[in-house]
């Protein structure tokens, strides 16, 4: 057996961890912790007599015992650390994706809700995303609880007491799903113009694509990356 809340070089650390989660294939654990001995972190403060600290998501790599494979799921914007607490951590199958619910407003931009929120951050790219987000891409004004987190990453689900959705009359806590991307969006395309006869290359470039996404050779031999 091999501890996951353990610094890079195996030590124990002072202020433990809870709130687990675990890869589809058991390589990455994310858990929550007061503690900073995982990352030199600037600016994160644990809790003392001078200084109230926050509780923060880490991800650890369980195949190698080197130092820096506990990386800091809980980032801001800016690439700091958040200014309040995270917890109940939720991953992906492959642990790209780590979600998490938190009452930082700095996790993600224009946050002004003042309330907790269920934020996704995709580590290959470094963002993140918020979860809880009503129609039309509205704050939500009611804390979150209960997130979940689809095995590719695409969907995340949340529980709230606020009246989401016009059949929602129970006054009573409800689960949601949300699809937290969206339709791929085209930035340029290249060539602009084939050959007759020949059998180009086709590179669509734009943000949406799934990251997984392989080319597409059509009838005519035609290959689109």
């Not at 002072?14 to 995982?38: C, H, K, M, N, W």
């Not at 007599?49 to 990386?71: C, K, N, Q």
Request: aromatic share 6%.
């Amino acid at each position: 057996s091999r501890k996951p809340s353990g610094t890079g070089t195996g030590l124990s650390v002072p202020l433990g961890a809870y709130d687990q989660a675990i890869s589809a294939d058991g390589r990455y654990v994310a858990f929550t912790s007061l503690s900073t001995e995982f990352d030199s972190f600037a600016g994160d403060v644990e809790p003392s007599p001078t200084a109230s600290g926050t509780a923060d998501i880490f991800v650890r790599d369980m195949t190698t015992t080197t130092a820096g494979l506990t990386t800091r799921a809980t980032v801001s914007t800016s690439g700091g650390p958040l200014d309040a607490d995270s917890a109940f951590p939720i991953m992906s199958s492959d642990a790209r994706y780590v979600g998490y619910v938190t009452d930082a407003s700095n996790a993600v931009d224009g946050d002004t809700n003042g309330v907790s929120d269920v934020v996704v951050r995709d580590r290959q790219r470094g963002v993140n995303h918020r979860g809880s987000l009503g129609p039309g891409l509205v704050q939500l004004t009611t804390d979150v609880h209960s997130p979940v987190i689809s095995g590719d990453g695409t969907y995340v689900g949340f529980t709230t007491r606020q009246t989401i959705t016009s059949i929602d009359s129970n006054h009573a806590d409800d689960t949601f799903l949300r699809l937290l991307v969206g339709p791929p969006t085209i930035s340029g395309v290249s060539p602009t113009a084939l050959t007759a006869g020949t059998a180009p290359t086709i590179t669509v470039t734009g943000s949406g694509f799934a990251a997984n996404a392989l080319p597409v050779v059509d009838g005519q031999g035609v290959t689109v990356s």
